[in-house]
């Protein structure tokens, strides 16, 4: 059943400095995460900022992590049971002193200047919502700028998370790095209780209310994601579940471009099954794989000229082809389920062990 926070529940706090920033956090379970976000946050060139860490439910020393920086940061701790990061992230909007609420996820640090750089936007141009890009750390392992490479190339994506500022789709914030002023969330609510994709839907709505939504290039943050290829592909193949989820909810958020990696892997069983009987289809075999090599050549020098380092192609390779099959087999799976699933219900994908 698809639930959306009440705004009417958010205080109208009298007397708030308009300038003011709450940096948003859901956590659970990742306390080693939130040590080194909020390290970073410490760092800060501006220091008119609060960051409200709302912890779902976690059974680690999350609390223990927030102690050692209560002393050094405007900092704010709030437990809820587990509810998903949509409802964490809802609470820390309630509790929020700001007139800013900027969402990033736990497994992101940020640069000195970007609480400096947001601050610059804010006073000079006019929007109601916002987003920036992710990207990578010079000390990130090799593994993981080749995650950074399939999930920011426009040969991973599509296009269509438009970490440009630009996409194939409408660019849509997402809670990696996203922000949005007091009176968005109080004309449209909070974001729903999706798994994944609470963020997409809640930027679709934004658009919907005619809110004016601005990519800021400079307010980037670095992204660590996940730390082994089970849990990418855990990761993406829930993200392939989830756009069906999302087209459900609205159409406009299901487009041509998101069936790509699952007709791509669909053709290529298929061909493969019927090359057993028909020579056809050892041709169309043929011309596939040569196709899948020439992207695998593309995104080997690619990532080698944007990382200078020949691991980080080969393992970028790696990484591109389990986003696709991950992401289509989850697509695939989802709008089978979708048959059956009741049109006001979420299709899930992991649930259990997801970060294991």
Not at 152 to 165: C, E, K, P, V
Not at 252 to 271: A, D, E, Q, Y
Request: aromatic share 16%; hydrophobic share 40%.
């Amino acid at each position: 059943m698809r639930k959306f926070y009440n705004s009417k529940f958010i205080p109208i706090i009298s007397g708030l400095n308009s300038k003011l920033i709450s940096i948003i956090v859901p956590a659970y379970n990742r306390s080693e995460e939130i040590d080194e976000f909020l390290s970073s946050f410490v760092k800060q060139s501006s220091k008119n900022f609060e960051v409200i860490v709302v912890d779902d439910g976690s059974t680690d020393n999350l609390k223990e992590v927030i102690k050692k920086y209560q002393s050094v940061l405007t900092l704010r701790y709030f437990y809820q049971e587990n509810k998903g990061p949509g409802v964490a992230r809802n609470l820390g909007m309630e509790k929020a002193k700001g007139d800013i609420f900027v969402f990033i996820d736990s497994d992101c640090t940020v640069p000195e200047e970007y609480i400096e750089n947001l601050e610059r936007h804010l006073n000079t141009e006019n929007f109601d919502a916002f987003g920036g890009p992710d990207t990578y750390r010079e000390d990130f392992s090799p593994f993981l700028k080749a995650i950074n490479y399939s999930m920011t190339s426009f040969i991973g994506t599509g296009g269509t998370r438009g970490t440009a500022g630009k996409s194939v789709t409408k660019y849509y914030p997402r809670s990696f790095n996203m922000g949005i002023k007091r009176e968005v969330l109080q004309k449209i609510g909070g974001m729903n209780e999706l798994r994944h994709g609470q963020d997409m839907d809640f930027s679709n709505r934004i658009y919907k209310a005619g809110f004016k939504v601005k990519f800021l290039p400079d307010a980037f943050v670095y992204h660590k994601r996940r730390t082994n290829l089970k849990r990418f592909f855990k990761q993406i193949f829930n993200w392939g579940i989830t756009r069906i989820n999302l087209g459900r909810i609205d159409k406009n958020m299901l487009r041509p471009v998101h069936w790509l990696p699952f007709f791509v892997l669909l053709g290529f069983v298929l061909t493969l099954i019927f090359s057993f009987w028909f020579s056809i289809f050892r041709l169309f075999l043929a011309i596939e794989s040569l196709i899948a090599i020439f992207i695998m050549i593309f995104a080997f020098v690619q990532a080698i000229f944007q990382y200078k380092s020949g691991n980080v192609g080969i393992l970028s390779v790696l990484t591109l082809f389990t986003q696709v099959i991950a992401y289509g087999l989850g697509f695939g799976i989802g709008l089978v389920k979708s048959i059956s699933t009741k049109k006001d219900e979420f299709i899930s994908g992991f649930t259990k062990r997801y970060y294991k």
